[in-house]
């Protein structure tokens, strides 16, 4: 509903693996895309999704609105896509800023632990992914799975 309350797509699709999704495309009056199975299990990577449909489907950009992300509001998806266009990024990720403290491994990521305990507002944040939307650039994307197998993050990428 976001998606199309932005007003900024050209068409919109459901991309899924059971046909089962096309009627929730239907009643929505947006595309519907159905990958292969082999696309379809939890071992599938998002680059071959992702490379899928745009060998499939003719456009110049591709965003990913992810359905894990009900609350994103069309505000947002239209100033994710307009920060995309204006700094001319090939791939852009949504992230959030973590002005925590982490450890990974055992390792302090963003502080010291042989120093005094650092304040969170001093932190260098850490970010994390929350795949609310991805927006890719085909050209760029279809070029680099085709020389380096992988595409996720391709030419120039923000977060």
Not at 19 to 45: C, D, H, M, Q
Not at 109 to 138: A, C, D, G, H
Request: glycine share 2%; with cysteine; hydrophobic share 35%.
């Amino acid at each position: 509903i976001a998606a199309k309350k932005s007003r900024i797509f050209d068409k919109i699709y459901i991309n899924a693996d059971d046909i089962i999704f096309r009627k929730i495309a239907e009643r929505n009056k947006v595309e519907f895309y159905l990958r292969p199975t082999g696309l379809g299990s939890n071992k599938t990577k998002s680059d071959h999704v992702v490379f899928d449909f745009l060998r499939n489907i003719n456009c110049t950009t591709v965003s990913w609105i992810n359905s894990i992300a009900p609350l994103q509001t069309y505000e947002e998806i239209r100033e994710i896509f307009h920060y995309f266009n204006k700094n001319n990024l090939d791939t852009l990720h949504t992230v959030r800023n973590n002005h925590l403290h982490h450890i990974f491994k055992n390792k302090p990521v963003n502080f010291k632990k042989s120093e005094i305990f650092s304040r969170t507002q001093e932190l260098v944040p850490v970010k994390s992914f929350v795949y609310s939307t991805m927006i890719w650039r085909k050209d760029t994307f279809v070029k680099n799975m085709k020389t380096k197998k992988f595409a996720f993050f391709s030419g120039k990428v923000d977060e």
